[in-house]
Structure formats: structure tokens, C-alpha cells
């Protein structure tokens, strides 16, 4: 008779939503406490958070959950970026994550460019936060992004610039944390509808980081997080994807929040 003990499974279900700079702070709040009732999710990420008052999120949270709004600043003389992005946070259950050492932003490409109106963009930055999933003790490091449009010919190629710093630094923290889960979320800004795009997600994001993406098999039939066809906004992990599915829009952002369940064993 065997002695091993039983390896038990665990799910953990997570929402993103991508942020509008320009939409109302009520919007994005009453968004946020509708994702919040939903009594299964634990965790639950955002982009475009770079004009919200420091501490904005705490007028949502309570005692059940704390979070985390990465502060992207300058970060030597050479970067000249005229501001602090904030522009990716995330949020957790107390009773099922606690986080684990300091917050950390990990800068993802040196070229910049210049908006429209001549405003120079800020250097995009991973949000990394490193949670332990209480009732397992397994560690997940949470990477939340907001990858740069294509528009340009300099935007696209920064855009694989990005690519080679996440996978540089998820190589990295599985040196020091062999056994953790990775996860990989928020606007990726290529539709995983196209097969183009699709295929340079696997190339550049999935492979390198030993992740999958979150839609595969799940393709929606119809709607996107992005427009009525724009699966722009995704997930990669190492642990197993149970499902992932849109939730219903709301007036907060241009685009469509998520949800996707994560399972994995212990």
C-alpha cells in the first residue's frame, strides 16, 4: 500500500479589468465593487491607473482585502519621463493571499516615444507582487502589465523590447523561487483572435516565460475585452486554466473585464 499522501487541488479565480485614464473615478470604483460581490474571486487587476489619487482604491477595499498600486518613476538621470505612471495595481483577499516582501516594478523597455501631442510616454513597468496563497502556502508572483500599442513602427518594436525584459526577469525569480507559480496579466495590446498576433503572444510572451495562454479553448463566440472582436487583454500562467470567460461590460473603460480560474495542486 502506498504512503504517499493525497496531492489535494486548489482554484483561485482572478479578474482584470483595463482601466480608461479618462473615465470617471466613480465609474471605475462602482466597477471594482461590482467585481468585488462576486464571492469567488480573490484577486483582481487593473491598468491605466496613472491619473487616480495615490490611495484611490481604498475606498473600496475593507478588512478582506488589501492592495497594491505600482508607482512607475524615474528611475536614473537618463530617464527623463516628466512623471510617476501608477499605472498598474492589484488587489487580494486577505483570507486567501498575504503578501509576501516588497512590491516591485520591473522596467520593461529603455526606448521611448512621444504621444501625438508631444508628451513623452514613461517606460512601461511590470507591477510585480509576490502573494502566498494561504490554505496551500504556495507562492504565485503576479506580474500585472500594460504592454505598448503597435501603432508605430518604434511602439511595435518596443513592444518585443517589453518582451524580452518580462521573460528576462520571470527567468530570474524562478532562480530564487523555484516552486512558485507565475502569472502574467492585464492589456497585452495583441488580439488573440488574429492568428498573426496570436502566434506572437506563444513566440514571445508564452514560450519564453514556460507559460500558456489563458484563452486557448477558450475563445468567446462572440465579444471581446476590447471592442466586439479584441481579445487584447489576457493571462498566461504555469498552473492549469480551468476556464476563462468575459464578464459583463460596465462604464468604467473602454474595454471589457474577465475572469479566469486558475487550479493547481499541493
Not at 50 to 57: D, E, H, I, Q
Not at 178 to 195: E, L, S
Not at 240 to 253: G, H, M, N, Q, R
Request: positive net charge; contains cysteine.
Amino acid at each position: 500500500m502506498s504512503t504517499k499522501s493525497k496531492r489535494k487541488v486548489y482554484q483561485v479565480t482572478s479578474v482584470h479589468t483595463s482601466g480608461r485614464y479618462d473615465r470617471s473615478l466613480k465609474s471605475l470604483l462602482e466597477g471594482i465593487r461590482g467585481i468585488v460581490a462576486r464571492r469567488k474571486v480573490t484577486t483582481i487587476s487593473g491598468t491605466e491607473a496613472k491619473g487616480r489619487p495615490t490611495g484611490f482604491m481604498d475606498k473600496v477595499k475593507s478588512g478582506e482585502w488589501d492592495w497594491a498600486h505600482g508607482t512607475a518613476t524615474a528611475r536614473d538621470a537618463e530617464d527623463d519621463t516628466p512623471f510617476g505612471t501608477k499605472e498598474c495595481w492589484l488587489m487580494w483577499r486577505t483570507d486567501t493571499w498575504g503578501r509576501v516582501g516588497k512590491v516591485r516594478s520591473v522596467v520593461m523597455n529603455q526606448r521611448q516615444y512621444r504621444t501625438s501631442s508631444g508628451n513623452l510616454m514613461p517606460k512601461a513597468r511590470a507591477h510585480k507582487v509576490m502573494l502566498m496563497h494561504i490554505p496551500s502556502g504556495v507562492v504565485f508572483i503576479w506580474y500585472i502589465v500594460h504592454m505598448p500599442l503597435d501603432n508605430t513602427e518604434l511602439r511595435a518594436s518596443i513592444w518585443f523590447e517589453c518582451c524580452e525584459a518580462l521573460a528576462a526577469d520571470v527567468a530570474e525569480t524562478r532562480l530564487t523561487q523555484p516552486n512558485a507559480h507565475i502569472v502574467i496579466q492585464g492589456d497585452i495590446n495583441k488580439n488573440y483572435r488574429q492568428d498573426l498576433e496570436r502566434a506572437l503572444m506563444e513566440t514571445h510572451i508564452a514560450r519564453p516565460t514556460k507559460t500558456k495562454q489563458a484563452w486557448k479553448h477558450n475563445v468567446p463566440k462572440t465579444g471581446g475585452t476590447h471592442g466586439p472582436l479584441g481579445l487584447i487583454d489576457g493571462t498566461f500562467t504555469d498552473t492549469d486554466v480551468d476556464d476563462c470567460a468575459l464578464l459583463p461590460d460596465d462604464p468604467s473603460s473602454d474595454h471589457r473585464p474577465y475572469r479566469v480560474r486558475l487550479s493547481f495542486t499541493r
